[in-house]
């Protein structure tokens, strides 16, 4: 199983930016794709997660109203539309999968709720 997460880059404050996940290798198409991010120092904390059938998110209290995470089961693959962004989101941003969504978005932003981990993709705003 692979997760490959791209769409990083720089970008100015007030900017956007939309990263992609795609699996492979298994479908996640019952399950939960989550976006966690990492900055230097900090521990690893939940951008925004969905069930994959979409009636379920859950977002970091920081990224509310801000960013938007969306999914395309048929194409295994999770999104993250980032938008007004600020320096305080420069972070190495990572895709997670878990293949069963037995569990309510209370459990989302357990890195130890999921299956999967990707690579990581750095997103840098610049002010």
Known sequence: VQLQAFGGGLVQA???LRLSCAASGRSFSSGVMG????APGNQR?????TKMSGDITRYGDSVKGRFTISRDTAKNTAYLQMDRLTPEDTAVYYCAARERSNWGSTLYANTNFYDYWGQGTLVTVSS
């Open 14 to 16: 007030g900017g956007s």
């Open 35 to 38: 976006w966690f991010r990492q």
């Open 45 to 49: 904390e939940l951008v925004a997660g």
